[in-house]
């Protein structure tokens, strides 16, 4: 009988303990490619839907790629939105990758097709985003000196003389090398800039994006089709749900910068 009385108050200081345990939840964290717009002081970024995502501590600008004008892949929660201002949210940056811009390259109707055709391991999303067709995937790794993808207008798949409004412009994304191991893979993250685009058809507000990539190990290419509109909102899509970019990812062809590294 001692026994139990001496126990009972050591259990109701264990539950007073437990009680005191902080339960509070692990932020909910996201993922966007954006464009730096302010880099002093508190940075901010604007997403491709036309959003302001402002840093709540300031980050060093010493870093050559962190400039005005260049574009991140950012993984963030948010922070107080109680009173925010309108379109502009304050978040808690997690970690930053900078973003490659490319532009397309274009195989003519009479010309050599130069580019490599390797299959991708694996695409995370791909869309349209303002001005830029946004991917975010994974190309295994190159057993050549060379290694790079590209963005490939193929003319040869277009109308001589295009009559539809609006037109369709067919694209492939490659990874441009002659061979490759799929026993490992690196994760890519690039901007491809489709304003050119724009230039060439002035008279129309949309223009049809047919992009097609291989996926090992199948020997028929899949396709996506967009609908680019020159500085409109974002129309990015996820191909799938079941992949998160991983904080440790390997990104090879973009530079890796942590919220410590700054």
């Given at each position: 009988m001692k026994n139990c009385l001496f126990a009972f108050p050591l259990m109701v200081l264990f539950l007073s303990l437990v009680s005191c345990v902080d339960t509070k939840e692990e932020p909910i964290y996201y993922e966007v490619?954006?464009?730096l717009i302010d880099s002093?002081?508190?940075p901010s970024?604007?997403?491709d839907n036309g959003y302001t995502l402002q840093c709540d501590t300031k980050l060093s600008a010493s870093i050559d790629s962190f400039k005005t004008g260049n574009r991140f892949y950012l993984r963030y929660s948010f922070g107080d939105t109680t009173n925010h201002v309108a379109?502009?949210?304050p978040i808690k940056l997690s970690k930053i990758w900078y973003v490659s811009v490319k532009n397309f390259v274009t195989v003519e109707k009479d010309s050599v097709d130069k580019y490599g055709n390797q299959p991708l391991e694996f695409i995370y999303s791909i869309g349209i985003g303002e001005n830029y067709l946004n991917a975010t995937f994974?190309?295994?790794t190159a057993m050549s000196y060379n290694d790079g993808f590209e963005l490939v207008r193929m003319k040869k798949d277009e109308p001589t003389y295009p009559q539809?409004?609006?037109p369709t412009i067919y694209f492939q994304l490659r990874h441009n090398v002659a061979s490759i191991s799929t026993y490992s893979f690196n994760t890519r993250i690039a901007s491809f800039d489709l304003s050119s685009l724009a230039a060439e058809y002035p008279l129309v507000n949309k223009i049809n994006?047919?992009?097609k990539f291989m996926i090992y190990p199948y020997a028929t290419p899949d396709?996506?089709?967009?609908t680019y509109e020159p500085n409109t909102l974002s129309t990015e899509v996820s191909l799938s749900q079941k992949r998160n970019l991983r904080s440790d990812m390997k990104l090879s062809a973009s530079e890796i910068y942590s919220k410590s590294g700054f």
């Open positions: 490619m954006a464009t002093e002081d508190l970024f604007q997403t379109k502009t949210y994974n190309t295994f539809d409004t609006p994006i047919n992009l396709s996506v089709t967009f």
